[in-house]
């Protein structure tokens, strides 16, 4: 105990960075739950969408183009927040926002909750967490040859 103590005595910068990471951790973690967002991992979000759950694409038309998960709506943030008609009629689906990272997805979530949807879902990490999960895309050009 006595070299722990001494670590942090001799390295404050260190020691104050990782508390301030931890405690930034876990204020975040608590917001997501005061908020009833629920964060899917990548394989949890291949069982939903197989049992007939909506993806909600939240990027940009470009973005959507360069690759998507297979069936995706893509309905910007901007739109969603505006009462999107799109919406109404998936509102009686499970829906699975999707977006980037994971951050404009946990806003989107909590907007459709607020908006009367109570099946709603966060890919956990976005699409780059799908990508690291080597799970597939598709792409614009991919979708239009299909049809």
Not at 20 to 43: D, I
Not at 94 to 121: F, H, N, Q, W
């Amino acid at each position: 105990m006595e070299t722990y103590l001494e670590f942090a005595g001799n390295h404050v910068l260190l020691v104050s960075a990782l508390m301030f990471s931890f405690f930034l951790l876990v204020f975040m973690e608590l917001r997501r739950k005061a908020a009833g967002v629920t964060s899917l991992e990548p394989h949890e979000v291949v069982k939903l969408v197989n049992a007939d759950a909506v993806v909600v694409d939240l990027r940009n038309a470009d973005a959507f183009a360069r690759g998507h998960i297979v069936n995706a709506k893509n309905i910007p943030l901007d739109e969603l927040q505006a009462g999107s008609d799109k919406l109404e009629r998936l509102k009686s689906k499970p829906i699975i926002a999707v977006c980037d990272s994971g951050t404009t997805s946990t806003r989107a979530v909590a907007t459709l909750r607020k908006s009367g949807v109570e099946s709603v879902y966060d890919l956990r990490g976005g699409i780059s967490a799908w990508t690291q999960a080597n799970m597939p895309l598709v792409s614009a050009k991919k979708t239009k040859s299909k049809g």
